[in-house]
T-cell receptor
């Protein structure tokens, strides 16, 4: 039972353009959502989060949008840079602090 | 501020053996969670420790056990290793009770079971 899904295993974007990474979830009881970035041979790095009571959170080049009715969230990176190339995971937090992760999307930003 | 550290970095064990992985939490954090990440998958929650007690467990058998120490560092123990236990084991620390949900991960321990 995959409660958090990232249906695109990979995404390729030109430098300077917008990257949009998508995530769907099934459990309406999740109360917090997070995005992590992971480089090879490193642990996931926290990027940005959003509470279930909000629909948008912005931090510099990163913006997360939450559509509760569609059970969908997305991460926008503008402008994309080659250093953004990594695997991006969305995660949902249930009561008690357990993070449930999607399968990840590998972003490649080409110069 | 010291980040999350894990040891060892890599480990090779034989099926049936036992292994202990270690984690030091980020300074100021009181909660440690452990995750298993298989190749091509997202991390899977194993369990969480808060105030030296297990505080939530994922769908892992009892041969996966853990400890948290008074300084908030933690150990993950796996008994009777199986080939499918080969994975990256991630430790994450967080500050529970302050309204913060972010968990900060260490670099992981790559376990190979042969």
């Amino acid at each position: 039972d995959q409660q958090v899904k990232q249906n695109s295993p990979s995404l390729s974007v030109q430098e300077g353009r917008i990257s949009i990474l998508n995530c769907d979830y099934t459990n309406s009881m999740f109360d917090y959502f997070l995005w992590y970035k992971k480089y090879p041979a490193e642990g996931p790095t926290f990027l940005i989060s959003i509470s279930s009571i909000k629909d948008k959170n912005e931090d510099g080049r990163f913006t997360v949008f939450l559509n509760k009715s569609a059970k969908h969230l997305s991460l926008h990176i503008v402008p994309s840079q080659p250093g953004d190339s990594a695997v991006y995971f969305c995660a949902a937090e249930n009561q008690g602090g357990k993070l449930i992760f999607g399968q990840g999307t590998e972003l490649s930003v080409k110069p | 501020e010291t980040g999350v550290t894990q040891s060892p970095t890599h480990l090779i064990k034989t099926r049936g053996q036992q292994v202990t992985l270690r984690c030091s939490s980020q300074s100021g954090h009181n909660t440690v969670s452990w995750y298993q990440q298989a190749l091509g998958q997202g991390p899977q929650f194993i369990f969480q420790y808060y105030r030296e007690e297990e505080n939530g467990r994922g769908n892992f058998p009892p041969r996966f056990s853990g400890l948290q120490f008074p300084n908030y560092s933690s150990e993950l123990n796996v008994n009777a290793l199986e080939l499918d236990d080969s994975a990256l084991y991630l430790c994450a620390s967080s500050l529970r009770g302050q309204g913060s949900y972010e968990q900060y991960f260490g670099p992981g321990t790559r376990l190979t079971v042969t």
